[in-house]
């Protein structure tokens, strides 16, 4: 869909009965909203009415659309983005309002269906398509990205992709929200999720800046109903807001719209109610040939690029505007890289990026050279050798949507992660050496990816929302992609082998403690949960959440208490 189609004035403005709901109400099918009169945002004045009740949703363009498998359309709606999963539900529910999903959800209570929801399409397992879900909720066409003036925040539907709500923000409003890199990928898992991306380090995660959610949850009699969730202390249903702002998604209800207020915002004036992101930044892309990487060089390289994370990591900072990506493929690629994007309206900024990249080549006694093969989600970038310079748009569109991998229809994917407060040890590094040199493995695709963490993020405690990553430097992630069912067993098996390799001093998985800390749950991996590959005896939810799971485990139990919203890693009942 287009980014001129986003939340236009004439697009869907009125929309009567279960959506127009107020902060902290709820709505059963069939009764009127009730209203409640929490605090406005802190900063702005009191509302002109009593009550700071949200714009009504858009009204709808379309009926929900009903797809069943004799519909030419079934096989496209019965899967995302890894090919791995495919889905064989009953039906596919195509929705454009919250009255459509409310009236949905209340269907599958009703009848005692199995739901799960798809927006962007990005997860990772098989929680959306899998063979007990009867019916899927496509969320995909629920995409108004708007100002809410009663609530003095951004209204973004669940099924809004990222470059989308960034276009509109900042064209319109010139603001945004600090989210992920990848274009395709939806607010409703991205956010609930944590939400991490290129400008984390300077404004920390999507959900510090989110105000309030509405979600259509089932209770214990089987009714379902609408509820509004802000974070204003007075709010009944607080902890609901608290638990979309790193629960994961498909665990309490289906989210419907989210509203984005950064904390400390002052003013009534949609400028002011967000971040700005940085009107300039530079661009820098730098590789090195496989063929002249030695076991030093990798380590020098690794262990450089952890050092810097671990000393420059604290919030504030001239490099808090600094996002780093070090790219160590497998050798069949050809080429390792290094992307780096930095905040170019910094004092000093262009030599602040030499100096780190001089800091990470530090001893690195092999050439660089231009990105001239694709590694991981992006594509070739040669242009980028010699850092450029420009506007912040263009570079969150040319990032966002050089990443071909992930939106390849033809490709299957397997992914790991792992959050490091301390530098990798040289044996971790030997054995990503020792993984990335095999030759049973040849695959351009397969990967270990070290990301720049920290600054921002860890100036938020770790209750205060649901992430409980607070204290981390950079983030791992290890990947694969492949195009055949027939080179499953090979990728599976040598991403397994080697993250568990990497933290076999733990038990095989990178648990809570003074160097590593869990697991990021948008990269979900259904491993954590099998002691055959988890040997720590760390379960899966204390990799994820840490000191913030039993805090989940009471909002589900109030809010999903039949657990209806369930896949194989979703929040339990406690």
Request: aromatic fraction near 10%.
């Amino acid at each position: 869909m287009s980014t001129e189609q986003i939340g236009m004035p004439s697009r869907r403005r009125i929309l009567g009965g279960a959506a127009a709901l107020g902060a902290g109400a709820v709505v059963t099918v069939g009764a009127g909203p009730a209203l409640a009169a929490p605090r406005p945002p802190a900063g702005t004045p009191a509302p002109a009415v009593p009550g700071a009740v949200p714009q009504p949703g858009p009204a709808p363009e379309f009926g929900a659309a009903t797809v069943t498998p004799a519909d030419a359309r079934y096989r496209d709606l019965v899967r995302g983005m890894n090919q791995r999963w495919v889905g064989s539900p009953e039906s596919v529910r195509v929705v454009d309002s919250t009255a459509q999903v409310l009236a949905v959800v209340q269907e599958a209570a009703r009848a005692g269906k199995k739901l799960t929801v798809h927006s962007g399409g990005h997860c990772y397992e098989d929680f959306v398509f899998n063979a007990s879900t009867r019916i899927v909720l496509d969320m995909s066409e629920m995409t108004s990205v708007s100002w809410d003036d009663r609530f003095k925040a951004f209204a973004v539907e669940a099924g809004a992709t990222l470059l989308d709500v960034y276009e509109r923000l900042y064209k319109v409003w010139g603001v945004t929200v600090p989210g992920g890199m990848c274009y395709s990928v939806g607010a409703g898992g991205h956010v609930s999720g944590g939400g991490w991306g290129m400008l984390a380090r300077e404004h920390g995660l999507i959900v510090d800046h989110l105000y309030a959610v509405e979600v259509v949850t089932v209770d214990a009699a089987g009714t379902a109903r609408v509820v509004v969730a802000t974070r204003e202390p007075n709010d009944p249903e607080r902890d609901l807001w608290w638990a979309h702002t790193g629960g994961g998604g498909g665990n309490f209800g289906v989210i419907t719209r989210y509203w984005f207020r950064s904390p400390k915002a002052v003013g009534t004036a949609p400028g002011q109610a967000l971040l700005r992101p940085p009107a300039e930044v530079f661009i820098s892309a730098i590789s090195w040939d496989w063929a002249q990487v030695t076991e030093a060089a990798l380590t020098r390289l690794t262990r450089n690029f952890g050092a810097w994370h671990v000393a420059n990591s604290a919030p504030g900072g001239p490099y808090g505007g600094l996002m780093s990506f070090l790219k160590l493929n497998h050798r069949s690629n050809g080429q390792i890289g290094l992307l780096t994007q930095m905040d170019a309206t910094v004092p000093n900024a262009e030599q602040l990026l030499h100096d780190f990249i001089a800091a990470v080549t530090e001893g690195v006694d092999i050439p660089t050279g231009p990105v001239t093969t694709a590694m991981g989600e992006h594509g070739p970038m040669p242009e980028y050798y010699t850092p450029q310079r420009m506007p912040w748009l263009q570079s969150a569109r040319y990032l966002g949507t050089t990443n071909s991998t992930l939106v390849d229809p033809s490709l299957r994917g397997d992914y790991k992660s792992a959050f490091h407060k301390r530098n990798l040890t040289d044996a971790q590094i030997a054995t990503f050496w020792k993984h990335l040199t095999r030759t049973d493995l040849d695959n351009p695709g397969a990967m270990v990816l070290l990301s720049s963490y920290g600054g921002a993020v860890n100036a938020v405690a770790p209750g205060a929302t649901a992430t409980v990553h607070r204290d981390s430097v950079f983030k791992l992630l290890f990947q694969s992609y492949w195009p055949s069912a027939a080179d499953d067993a090979v990728n599976i098996g040598w991403l397994r082998d080697a993250y568990e390799e990497t933290y076999r001093t733990t038990g095989g998985v990178p648990v809570p403690g003074d160097t590593t800390d869990g697991c990021y749950v948008n990269y979900c991996d259904i491993d954590l949960n099998d002691p055959q590959h988890n040997r720590s005896g760390v379960p899966w939810y204390t990799l994820y959440y840490g000191a913030n799971y039993p805090r989940l485990q009471q909002v589900k139990a109030k809010y999903d208490p039949k657990d209806r919203f369930n896949h194989g890693q979703s929040i339990r009942l406690p």
